[in-house]
T-cell receptor, first 115, second 113 residues
Framework: DVKVTQSSRYLVKRTGEKVFLECVQD?????MFWYRQDPGLGLRLIYF???????EKGDIPEGYSVSREKKERFSLILESASTNQTSMYLC??????????????FGDGTRLSIL | DQQVKQNSPSLSVQEGRISILNCDYT??????FLWYKKYPAEGPTFLIS?????DKNEDGRFTVFLNKSAKHLSLHIVPSQPGDSAVYFC????????????FGKGMKLTVNP
């Protein structure tokens, strides 16, 4: 079974802080994704990476950046946290190979609160 | 512009009956559709998918139906069980090897014992 592990289940930070959310997958997947989930808005894609050091903006990249230095690890960075970034953050991975319809496998999420 | 729509936010059914969850889409360039289930405090888990060249796919109690002309798909759960109570997301991927998914807003299913 694919295991996607997010480093923290709950995180509380202050406005203006630089925040790092870490995600590790153990199945040698090429693709990794960061989403945020908000009530009534579903899952919205923040950033996507299809290879080491490669990244692509999703639908809501403003205020975020990402880092993928190793294949198994994908980090989401909030450069200067703001209260509107309080949310549930979900990391996912998929096999890759430019094949559409591949299921993504999700971690259990990080509930981030910005005070 | 929402490309994948789950217009009903919630559904409540009795245990043992059928649950039907609906999803509409607007973009004819989608070629795969997927359903995910999400429990509180857990990540979504993949349930079942269907290619746009098919109109039905079945896996145990779960069946997905696709009506391309209506740009509509539905997930049927028969028989429904209390453990099926969760939020269900419909998702779609684009043709041409895109690995991104476009998600609907989700629908909360409650199965009452």
């Amino acid at each position: 079974d694919v295991k996607v592990t997010q480093s923290s289940r709950y995180l509380v930070k202050r406005t203006g802080e630089k925040v790092f959310l870490e995600c590790v997958q153990d199945m040698d997947h090429e693709n990794m994704f960061w989403y945020r989930q908000d009530p009534g808005l579903g899952l919205r894609l923040i950033y996507f990476s299809y290879d080491v050091k490669m990244k692509e903006k999703g639908d809501i990249p403003e205020g975020y950046s990402v880092s993928r230095e190793k294949k198994e690890r994908f980090s989401l960075i909030l450069e200067s946290a703001s209260t509107n970034q309080t949310s549930m953050y979900l990391c996912a991975s998929s096999l890759g190979g430019r094949v559409s319809g591949q299921p993504q496998h999700f971690g259990d999420g990080t509930r981030l609160s910005i005070l | 512009d929402q490309q994948v729509k789950q217009n009903s936010p919630s559904l409540s059914v009795q245990e043992g009956r059928i649950s039907i969850l609906n999803c509409d889409y607007t973009n004819s360039m989608f070629d795969y559709f997927l359903w995910y289930k999400k429990y509180p405090a857990e990540g979504p888990t993949f349930l079942i998918s269907i290619s746009s060249i098919k109109d039905k796919n079945e896996d145990g109690r779960f069946t997905v139906f696709l009506n391309k002309s209506a740009k509509h798909l539905s997930l049927h759960i028969v028989p429904s069980q209390p453990g099926d109570s969760a939020v269900y997301f419909c998702a779609a991927s684009f043709q041409g090897g895109s690995e991104k998914l476009v998600f609907g807003k989700g629908m909360k299913l409650t199965v009452n014992p």
